[in-house]
């Protein structure tokens, strides 16, 4: 089955740095792929769509020069928490989309900020 | 915008009962509906998926229904386990993106 990696698992850092975490398409190309946002205690929202080649697409609410997202190939796609805060300690996981409707969901990535 | 809600938010039952988690979406318009386990701390397991053209799925002592037209679906656990123990996500995907209930938090008591 389709395979989607997510790095790093958990990171930990200080207030006021900034935080790359990628979701990888292992075995599939994506042109699509989704990045969401767990809060504790809370269900997954989803945060942005992220395109191959083109600028991501953001929900909204989510403030897109803080959760910068880059799709810069067809089986990567990053986002960087620029200036974290301890508000934005959460749980993060992508999906891809190999093509048609089915998605493939990452492991997830928690980010604690101190 | 669709809105998918879990019923019950939390249930605790004995070990070896029977049981059903439902979840209810408000627009029909879905390509298809997952259903995934999440345990503490830990990412999404999924469980079954049922394509908008099917009525049912599945997997071992798991059961998952699909009524599109009334925006319900249902997971049925039997024979239930303390290893069962975790929080249910319901999930209805349209166009690639995926939109979650709050889940329920099951507890199988032993």
């Known amino acids: 089955g389709a395979v989607v990696s997510q790095h790093p698992s958990r990171v930990i850092c200080k207030s006021g740095t900034s935080v790359k975490i990628e979701c990888r398409s292992l075995d599939f190309q994506a042109t699509t792929m989704f990045w969401y946002r767990q809060f504790p205690k809370q269900s997954l929202m989803l945060m942005a769509t992220?395109?191959?080649?083109?600028?991501?697409?953001?929900e909204q609410g989510v403030e897109k020069d803080k959760f910068l997202i880059n799709h810069a190939s067809l089986t990567l796609s990053t986002l960087t928490v620029t200036s974290a805060h301890p508000e934005d300690s959460s749980f993060y996981i992508c999906?891809?989309?190999?093509?048609?409707?089915?998605?493939?969901f990452g492991p997830g990535t928690r980010l604690l900020v101190l | 915008k669709q809105e998918v809600t879990q019923i019950p938010a939390a249930l605790s039952v004995p070990e070896g009962e029977n049981l059903v988690l439902n979840c209810s979406f408000t627009?029909?318009?879905?390509?298809?509906l997952q259903w995934f386990r999440q345990d503490p701390g830990k990412g999404l397991t999924s469980l079954l998926l049922i394509q908008s053209s099917q009525r049912e799925q599945t997997s071992g002592r798991l059961n998952a229904s699909l009524d599109k037209s009334s925006g319900r679906s249902t997971l049925y656990i039997a024979a239930s386990q303390p290893g069962d123990s975790a929080t249910y996500l319901c999930?209805?995907?349209?166009?690639?993106?995926?939109?979650f209930g709050d889940g329920t938090t099951l507890t199988v008591k032993p």
């Open positions: 992220s395109n191959e080649g083109s600028k991501a697409t953001y």
């Open positions: 999930a209805v995907s349209r166009a690639g993106k995926s939109t």
């Open positions: 999906s891809a989309n190999p093509g048609g409707e089915t998605q493939y």
């Open positions: 627009d029909s318009a879905i390509y298809n």
